[in-house]
Each structure stands twice: as structure tokens, then as C-alpha cells.
């Protein structure tokens, strides 16, 4: 592993080059920086969900999730590296499958409300694509384990199910069901025409 932070302003990227955790220089905008930043982004907007109030089986979950997140990172910074083990991808699909378990059916698409819980999930949740797709991107031109490929579309998928769950939990007495979205075709089945 890299060296641990002791300065935090080094002046070192000012030329517009990062260090990764194997000592090698890129630029800000190469494709790894670019996915080490969206999971570094979506493990900051799941910390923003722990400081509202959660079932606690539900906080220590994304508290998991956190350092798991922070394992991918730390395998994106060192090319070659493992540090998300493949158990984290099964860990995942078995909350998924948990949680789903205990919600009804969607019959209608949602709309990313409720309570601010649910809501943050979901802004959890379109940063995860967002850094699944650029996981997906880096893969394309240098290797990358599938496991954090994998990862991320499963966590994407994950909380979306914890959204419904905390809109059910309703312990902001805003929630209570999920949000549906109202389509024109609803309307006009609605309206008789």
C-alpha cells in the first residue's frame, strides 16, 4: 500500500499530474483518476446519508459499504492490486436479496422522493452508475478486476432498494410508500380517454 498522508498540501499537483498508490504520475483527467473519484464521490454522499437517522441494520450496512468502498478506491490507485475481495461483490447480493425481500412489488416507476434519507440513497445511487461507468471506461483501455465492475452495479442496485426502505422506515415522517411517478399514460387511463 502507498504511503499514508502526513501533509495534505504538497504542491505536487499543480502541474495538473496525480500521484497513484504506485508512485507513477497521470494526469487529473486520466480515466483511473476519473473512476477513483467517483467512488471516492459516492463513499462522501454515503457518508451524508449516515448523519440522517437509519435503521441500524441499515447503518451498519453502508458503514461496511464505506470501507469497501474505500478498498476500491485503493485498488483504482494501484494498477494491478487487489484489495476488494470478490466476497464484498456476494455480501451485496445477499443484502440485496434480504432487503428486496420485504418490499412489495413495484408496479410503476418511482421517483427518487420521500423522505431525505431515500432521496440521498438515490443521489447515492446515480453517483454508483456514475462510477460504474467510468470503472467500465477505464476497463476499455487498461485491466481491471471484474469484481469492481461488479461492485458497483450491485451497490447502484442496492440502493435503490434501501431508498424504499428508508421511505418506508419514515422516521422523518415524510415518507412512508415510494413516490410514483405519474405518466401521461396513467393520466389518460385516468381521465377515461
Do not use: C
Not at 499514508?4 to 502541474?15: F, M
Not at 446519508?49 to 469497501?68: K, M, Y
Not at 461507468?133 to 481491471?144: F, I, Y
Amino acid at each position: 500500500m502507498g504511503n499514508r498522508l502526513s501533509q495534505i498540501a504538497t504542491r505536487t499537483g499543480d502541474d495538473g499530474t496525480t500521484g497513484l498508490g504506485d508512485g507513477t504520475r497521470v494526469s487529473k483527467d486520466h480515466l483511473r483518476v476519473h473512476a477513483m473519484g467517483d467512488v471516492d464521490e459516492l463513499n462522501s454522499h454515503l457518508g451524508v446519508l449516515l448523519a440522517e437517522p437509519l435503521p441500524q441494520d441499515v447503518r451498519e450496512l453502508l458503514v461496511t459499504i464505506q470501507h469497501e468502498l474505500f478498498n476500491l478506491g485503493g485498488e483504482l490507485s494501484m494498477p494491478g492490486f487487489e484489495l476488494l475481495k470478490t466476497q464484498a461483490v456476494a455480501r451485496l447480493d445477499e443484502a440485496l436479496a434480504y432487503y428486496n425481500g420485504q418490499l412489495p412489488r413495484l408496479k410503476e416507476f418511482i421517483l427518487p422522493a420521500g423522505t431525505r434519507g431515500a432521496a440521498l440513497a438515490h443521489v447515492a445511487r446515480t453517483v454508483a452508475r456514475r462510477a460504474e461507468r467510468a470503472v467500465v471506461a477505464l476497463g476499455q483501455h487498461e485491466t481491471v478486476r471484474d469484481a469492481a465492475r461488479q461492485y458497483l452495479n450491485r451497490l447502484s442496485d442496492l440502493l435503490f432498494v434501501l431508498a424504499r426502505v428508508l421511505n418506508r422506515a419514515n422516521l422523518d415522517g415524510l415518507g412512508g410508500d415510494d413516490v410514483y411517478w405519474n405518466s401521461e399514460r396513467l393520466k389518460r387511463h385516468d381521465a377515461g380517454g
